[in-house]
Structure formats: C-alpha cells, structure tokens
C-alpha cells in the first residue's frame, strides 16, 4: 500500500485594508489639480484604518452593552459621538445619512426594473 503525503496549504496572511485608491478619488473630485505623494497617502490610509476600527470598537461595546450581536444605526451614531469632536461627529453622521438614503433609493430602483 503506498501512502500519498498531502502538501500543506499554505496560510494566507490576511489582506490588509487600503483607501489608498478612494482618498485619490475624493482628492481629485475636490481638487483636480493637487496630486497626492505616496507617503501622504500611507499616512492618511493608515489614519482611515485607524478611525474606522476605533470607530467599530466602539460601536461593538455599545451592542454587547445593550445584549445585541448586530451593530444598528444608532449604535455607530453613539460611537461617532464618543470618538470624534462634536462638530465633526454632527457632519459625519449626516454625510453618512445623505448616502445611506442614495444606497436605499438606488437599491429600489434597481428592484422596479428588474420586472
């Protein structure tokens, strides 16, 4: 009888998260003839991975504190309040509306034509 060895899968490390190319979309939107260098860019992608896993962390205490698994609406809106300062916590939280309802109307539009 003749033994076959299985390689060994090898573990992939994770992908790490990059803004990288949507930082250079806004900046270009906002200001078409700016460029950004690529140092600049680490920092201000690293500053986004940053914001957004304080900003899940929060939001995620908040759940368990009220004895729920799934992080809603208002649970990041608290979390926003806690972390950011109250200016720009109010800006955010509104931007972030204003694209939650573009999402949901396209998504209805989406569904009336598929018929």
């Known amino acids: ?54 900003i899940a962390s929060e939001a995620t205490r908040i759940s368990h504190a009220d004895r729920r698994q799934t992080i809603m609406l208002r649970d990041m809106h608290y979390a926003l309040r806690l972390i950011m300062v109250a200016e720009m916590a109010e800006r955010t939280h509104e931007r972030a509306s204003d694209s939650l309802k573009k999402y949901k109307l396209s998504r209805a539009r989406r569904s009336c034509f598929c018929v």
Do not use: A, H
């Open 1 to 54: 009888m003749v033994r076959v060895r299985r390689r060994r899968r090898k573990k992939l490390e994770p992908r790490k998260r990059s803004y990288k190319l949507y930082i250079r979309r806004v900046l270009t939107k906002v200001q078409p003839n700016k460029e950004i260098g690529m140092r600049t860019l680490n920092i201000m992608s690293s500053f986004v991975n940053d914001l957004f896993d304080r």
